[in-house]
């Protein structure tokens, strides 16, 4: 079964930095692309990064660029999104998704709560 | 960048009734490579992770049942539930995988009348 668990999530200052992670199980996490997606309160669906399989190519929704961070350590099935300079506008679950061989998002992990405050 | 363009942005069907959500592209999401639409069709529930229904435009994942179907090519596309049933009262969402960004429509809201 395939499985994407996303930790890392909280209460910050802004200003200030995380770093989301996503454990993955149930399927060779080496083999497949991932994507880190965002819900704002109220709003809808935000794409926000993409990794390729062996992590050496990147992507980046224009309005995090700079102050996104996506990563993956194939060893430990994890992927990650550190991010810095952190706004009340970044308020949101934060999802990560498993891109399948035909290209399309296919599982989602439940999500981690980011909240920015002071 | 492609965009996605959904309406109506909220809809209210009665039970039983159809339910029809459109998505219009701003360029072709048509792959040269297979002659298949990049574009997908997800359900989101609150409290929950959005849920995989129709890729290719118009294949339906396993297990979603066969009253949600997913039609349309190049530029305009449509997802169809055929007769609303009380467990899909959800927000919908279209997103295309043609080339980066793959951005997300903004959602439609579906309710029961």
């Known amino acids: 079964e395939v499985r994407l668990v996303e930790s890392g999530g909280g209460l910050v200052q802004p200003g200030g930095s995380l770093r989301l992670s996503c454990a993955a199980s149930?399927?060779?996490?080496?083999?497949?692309?991932m994507h880190w997606v965002r819900q704002a309160p109220g709003n809808g669906l935000m794409w926000l990064s993409r990794?390729?399989?062996?992590?050496?190519?990147?992507i980046y929704a224009d309005s995090v660029k700079g102050r996104f961070t996506i990563s993956r350590d194939n060893a430990k099935n994890t992927l990650y999104l550190q991010i810095n300079g952190l706004r009340a506008e970044d308020t949101a679950v934060y999802y990560c998704?498993?891109?399948?061989?035909?290209?399309?998002?296919?599982?989602w992990g439940h999500g981690t709560l980011v909240t920015v405050s002071s | 960048d492609i965009v996605l363009t959904q309406s109506p942005d909220s809809l209210a069907v009665s039970l039983g009734e159809r339910a029809t959500i459109n998505c219009k592209s701003s360029?072709?999401?048509?792959?040269?490579?297979?002659?298949?639409?990049?574009l997908a069709w997800y359900q989101h529930k609150p409290g929950q992770p959005p849920k995989l229904l129709i890729y290719?435009?118009?294949t339906r994942e396993s297990g979603v049942p066969d009253r949600i179907s997913g039609s349309g090519s190049g530029t305009d596309f449509t997802l169809t539930i055929s007769s609303l049933q009380a467990e899909d009262v959800a927000v919908y969402y279209c997103?295309?995988?043609?080339?980066?960004?793959?951005?997300f429509g903004q959602g439609t809201k579906v309710e029961i009348k």
């Open positions: 998704a498993r891109v399948s061989s035909d290209w399309h998002v296919d599982y």
């Open positions: 149930g399927f060779t996490f080496s083999s497949h692309w």
């Open positions: 997103q295309h995988y043609h080339s980066p960004p793959p951005l």
């Open positions: 990794i390729n399989n062996d992590g050496r190519s990147t």
């Open positions: 360029q072709s999401v048509l792959h040269y490579s297979n002659n298949k639409n990049l």
């Open positions: 290719w435009a118009s």
